[in-house]
């Protein structure tokens, strides 16, 4: 009897690295359903990171 690979190894996890920070940080499970989309590490990174660009390009409404 075999066991089908239902178990994920820890060690597996898909990494990326953050632009801002520049430090690899782990999937996690708040973003299983966003992960393409994920480019910081952190909420504070992403402000940091849109800001940078955004602010002196920013369309007025
Ligand atoms: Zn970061």
Do not use: H, N
Not at 7 to 19: R, S, W
């Amino acid at each position: 009897m075999r066991i089908s690979g239902k178990a994920v190894a820890k060690g597996d996890l898909p990494q990326k690295t953050c632009p801002v920070c520049g430090r690899p940080f782990v999937w996690r499970k708040k973003w299983e359903a966003c992960w393409d989309d994920v480019v910081y590490c952190s909420e504070r990174c992403r402000r940091k990171g849109r800001g940078a660009k955004g602010a002196a390009a920013r369309p007025t409404t």
